[in-house]
């Protein structure tokens, strides 16, 4: 199961138009964000780190602590994107266990490119 599958009956779904930033590094998060359709770039330092496709997820450290965002994540096309904040967070933990270990795995996987 994906987030895809997950989140695509989501009720806040946000579109962005190619080019539109879905949030600046620095910025205070508001939550976790979900490709519903598109792509959007994730860029450090202005450098493209990662294309975020239908499925996948971004913007997942918002629901582990208040720090600003650490990276810009960029409309590459346009898109349709759901918005998980904590509290809907958690109770998709509660409905799906399984979420919780996906985004767990993403992080994971972030993080090892890095080092």
């Known amino acids: 199961m994906t987030a895809l599958n997950i989140l695509r009956g989501e009720k806040e779904i946000r579109r962005f138009a190619a080019g539109q ?9 508001d939550g976790m964000y979900a490709m519903i359709e598109g792509e959007v770039e994730i860029l ?4 493209v780190r990662e294309t975020v ?5 971004f913007g997942e450290l ?4 208040e720090g600003p965002r650490s990276a810009t994540a960029v409309a590459r096309t346009d898109c349709a994107i759901a918005v998980v904040n904590a509290r809907r967070f958690e109770a998709l933990v509660q409905q ?4 919780a270990l996906e985004v767990m795995r ?4 972030r993080l090892r490119r890095k080092l």
Not at 21 to 27: K, N, T
């Open 44 to 47: 450090i330092n202005g450098q």
């Open 62 to 65: 918002a629901l582990l602590d």
């Open 106 to 109: 993403v992080m994971a996987e």
């Open 53 to 57: 496709q239908p499925g996948g997820i």
């Open 96 to 99: 799906t266990p399984y979420f």
């Open 21 to 29: 930033p879905v949030f600046v590094e620095g910025a205070a998060a």
